[in-house]
């Protein structure tokens, strides 16, 4: 199965499905990505406050992938915001990960009350310029934080890895992006297990019409709104049920019927409010 892949303002290419690492085990990680990578997957979400930055990087250098079929993300920290902690913390992901350049980078979290996304973006300006990421991007921006960089600095981020699902959908952060060329990552995608998404008759119905399951559609949904998705999962059977969505193709009416479950139901913290 061919990963479509869409393409960064610096240019790059990313595939629209990957495999994320948020809460996988430190000890299990090496394993799990040998899983995701051995099955197709080519993108890898990582961050430093995952914990298991290691582990990827050891998935990576026994899968004998070469680097440029790879696409590897990692975040700075909260705690790394700044202009010389974000210079070490990219030194110290890079050591772990095994790798000489990440794909992208990205600031985790605004942290709007640490007020220091601003210098932490110039940072990351430095670092790609340095070579040690290919591309750089943001996490968990609202439109208020965006409209700061795009004012106080002279790169626009090339993603924002944002909460997204049918429950909560974005639309002013999207709207954002799709008119500054920021492409939409969904963090969440399944909303994490906390909504009974999957019993939704708008789901079930369109999982039924197509013999999917109903994880299936709701990523579906997601590769045909634009977004780029990586669900996590520690079981080999639904990280390749997750890889499948290829092969299948959701009605404009099914499209719309998953749109209007809208309801602005985060399953996790409002960017405000960590910090
Ligand atoms: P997700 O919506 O991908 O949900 C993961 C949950 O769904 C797990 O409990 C898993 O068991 C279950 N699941 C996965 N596939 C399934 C399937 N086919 N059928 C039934 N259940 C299934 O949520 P997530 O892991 O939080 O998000 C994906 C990735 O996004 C993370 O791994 C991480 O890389 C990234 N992320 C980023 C941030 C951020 O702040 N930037 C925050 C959270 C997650």
């Known amino acids: 199965m061919t990963v479509p892949t869409l393409q960064l303002n610096t240019g790059h290419p990313i595939p629209q499905l990957g495999f994320g690492v948020f809460l996988v085990d430190p000890a299990e990680t090496e394993r799990i990505v040998s899983d995701a990578l051995e099955l197709g997957y080519r993108h890898i979400d990582a961050a430093a406050i995952y914990r298991n930055e290691e ?16 696409f590897i993300t990692t975040k700075l920290w909260n705690d790394d915001q700044g202009t010389q902690s974000a210079h070490d913390a990219i030194e ?3 050591e772990k990960l095994g790798l000489e350049q990440v794909d992208l980078y990205l600031i985790h979290w605004p942290t709007p009350k640490r007020d220091l996304y601003v210098e932490s973006f110039k940072a990351l300006e430095q670092i790609r310029a340095s070579g040690k990421a290919a591309s750089i991007g943001v996490s968990n921006f609202l439109v208020e934080h965006l409209e700061r960089l795009e004012a106080e600095t002279d790169t626009v981020p090339a993603v924002n890895q944002i909460e997204l699902h049918p429950y909560h959908q974005r639309p002013a952060e999207k709207a954002y992006g799709h008119d500054h060329g920021i492409l939409t990552e969904a963090w969440g995608p399944l909303g994490q297990g906390k909504y009974p998404l999957f019993e939704l008759p708008e789901i079930t119905a369109v999982a039924a019409a197509h013999e999917r399951s109903a994880a299936q559609v709701v990523l579906r949904w997601h590769i045909q709104q634009g977004h780029i998705v990586f669900p996590k999962s520690n079981n080999r059977a639904r990280m390749q049920e997750n890889f499948e969505l290829f092969d299948f193709e959701l009605t404009d009416v099914e499209q719309a019927s998953i749109t209007a479950l809208e309801r602005g139901a985060r399953v996790g913290a409002d960017p405000r409010e960590v910090n």
């Open 55 to 70: 582990g990827v990087g050891r998935a990576i250098a026994a899968s004998g992938i070469p680097r440029n079929e790879l």
């Open 92 to 94: 110290l992901s890079l």
